[in-house]
């Protein structure tokens, strides 16, 4: 059957798209790997730490052993769902700051092809998504699909954890995507009276009518295919095991994620020659840049073990259980009603004055990699996470083999960079002392990591090497570049350079990584990639009017 638009991943940034096609009138092909969304512990704000650890809503993409941390490998875990990692997150809102984007502007170049990735340009993408239950401002909207919320339950862990951190010196900050990122307070998150507002409930589910519409799940894609330079249709696996091929009139855009979207670029002969060759790939585009550049937000916990029944330790067993959704089932009020992580802050330890190095996520329970988890003993705690929020550290995704059904190959090198570990190493230790001002510091029992309480830098190295993470915000794998840059994937239209037809939309295209959490920038790539689509093909719908013309 052929379409007029392939949408090639049902993550964050593809569902947006391909709602968007639709919904201009042009039959559109959603393809996702996973399975649907709809599941009661997916809907729920909380439900996914009952599944972080193994699910088949995730897949777990191990590292390649990082020398710099003494060999070890960890986890990336990626969502396996319609959705993506919007269906199986935290759920917090976060866009970064003005200053990522006009960094993105400047990197890009003021070519007559840029289309504008400033703060302006991109705004207006995020407002018009937005459904805030709080904010209406220049910086927020109230009428899109999008539901962002205040947490509907804060346990009173995160108030210690606020109050603490500004006896430590920091502000409140009441909207942390509001005008200065500093300070310390509660998240906004995308969900709504205990559902979660997923890309997947937001987009594609009032398209669910659409006959211009049609996902197909369980489908993983194997190659993009081709007449000439130009991209014509995708070949997949179906859910049956089955190789299929569909093929459409227009375009052909990836929303794969930053792993997997560099991964089909070069098992289609797009990417580095010298590796396609080393799998006996015939090169279509020999793009040196794609899988290079991989960057992500390394995170390092901090753990505290509690005096008392302090925070969520088995709200989710037995009787608690029980009670929690009663409550929730009744009064829809409770703990079910939180994505668990509440609180949090952006810092910057050095200079606290200046430019935010650090973000902090408060998470009201002993929370640790599954790879880490036989060294912290589980009870009630408190972890804070620190995270390096625009890290100099860059990685690269390389094919595992030419079976498209192989994992790629994922070096991320988080901490590689000593500007990163420095600044990790203050924000580790900064919100250690914090934690241990009033009230929150007269409830802690003893911290379990760090375990000692030797907090010279040395000392915090070790720990920092032995614990750090993933944020689970990989990107930049196939970005976008300026005119000239021989290492650009795409050029600022979202495009594949060197072919026709093929954009890509997700985390990979971004030039650097913004400072927080990635998945509502994931959307507005989408929101922004099928705004080209449409203008290029004779359809222009500005961001602000698509809604109206849906209707």
């Given amino acids: 059957m052929s379409y007029d638009f392939i949408v090639v991943g049902g993550g964050a940034s593809g569902c947006v798209a391909a709602a968007r096609l639709a919904r201009s009138g042009a039959r559109t092909l959603l393809l996702e790997a996973g399975p649907s969304h709809r599941h009661p512990l997916l809907d729920m704000p909380p439900g996914i ?57 400047q990197l890009l170049g003021s070519s007559n092809d840029n289309p504008g990735w400033g703060w302006k340009d991109v705004l207006p993408h995020f407002t018009g998504m937005e459904a805030n239950n709080r904010l209406a401002n220049d910086l927020h909207g109230t009428d899109g699909p999008l539901l962002v919320s205040d947490p509907g339950h804060i346990d009173q862990t995160s108030r210690w954890f606020v109050q603490a951190v500004q006896n430590a010196g920091e502000p409140f900050n009441p909207d942390f995507n509001g005008p200065t990122q500093r300070g310390v307070g509660f998240y906004q998150f995308m969900n709504r009276n205990g559902r979660r507002s997923s890309a997947a409930y937001a987009f594609i589910e009032p398209e669910r009518n659409n006959p211009n519409l049609e996902v197909r799940l369980g489908c993983e894609a194997l190659e993009v295919l081709f007449e000439g330079d130009r991209a014509t249709g995708v070949a997949y696996r179906d859910a049956k095991g089955m190789r299929r091929e569909a093929r459409c009139s227009g375009e052909v855009v990836l929303a794969s994620g930053a792993l997997v979207t560099p991964k089909l670029l070069m098992l289609s002969g797009i990417g580095p020659e010298f590796h396609l060759k080393e799998h006996g790939i015939v090169t279509r585009c020999n793009l040196r840049g794609v899988g290079q550049n991989l960057i992500d937000h390394p995170e390092v916990p901090v753990t505290a073990r509690l005096k008392g029944p302090y925070g969520y330790y088995r709200q989710g067993e037995g009787w608690r259980m029980i009670r929690n959704g009663l409550q929730f089932k009744l009064f829809g009020s409770g703990p079910v009603t939180s994505a668990g992580v509440e609180a949090g802050a952006f810092v910057n330890p050095t200079d606290p004055d200046g430019v935010p190095t650090v ?106 090497k032995a614990f750090v993470k993933t944020n689970y915000h990989p990107a930049g794998t196939a970005r976008m570049g300026a005119e000239g840059d021989e290492n650009a994937v795409l050029d600022a239209r979202m495009r594949v350079r060197g072919i026709r037809s093929l954009r890509v939309c997700d985390m990979s295209a971004v030039p650097n990584i913004n400072a927080g959490n990635t998945n509502a920038p994931a959307m507005m790539l989408g929101d922004r990639c099928a705004s080209f689509v449409l203008e290029e093909h004779g359809v222009s719908l500005p961001a602000n009017e698509r809604l109206e013309a849906a209707r």
């Fill in 49 to 105: 730490f009952k599944m972080i650890n193994g699910c088949k809503f995730m897949r777990y993409h191990k590292t390649v052993p990082q020398a710099h941390l003494g060999g070890r490998s960890h986890e990336i875990a990626q969502g396996h769902v319609l959705g993506g990692g919007s269906s199986v997150n935290a759920q917090v809102y976060m866009r970064g700051r003005p200053s990522d984007y006009d960094e993105w502007q």
């Fill in 359 to 464: 973000q902090a996520f408060c998470v009201p329970i002993v929370y640790v990699d599954r790879d880490r988890r036989e060294l912290v003993e589980d009870g009630h705690g408190l972890t804070v996470t620190t995270v390096v929020v625009k890290p100099r550290s860059r990685g690269e995704v390389r094919l595992a083999s030419a079976n498209p059904l192989d994992m790629p190959s994922v070096s991320p090198n988080l901490l590689k960079e000593e500007a990163d570990m420095r600044e990790m190493i203050e924000g580790v230790r900064f919100f250690i002392e914090a934690m241990q001002k009033s009230p929150l510091g007269n409830k802690i029992q003893k911290f379990a990591l760090p375990a000692s309480t030797d907090l010279s830098d040395e000392a915090l190295r070790e720990h920092c």
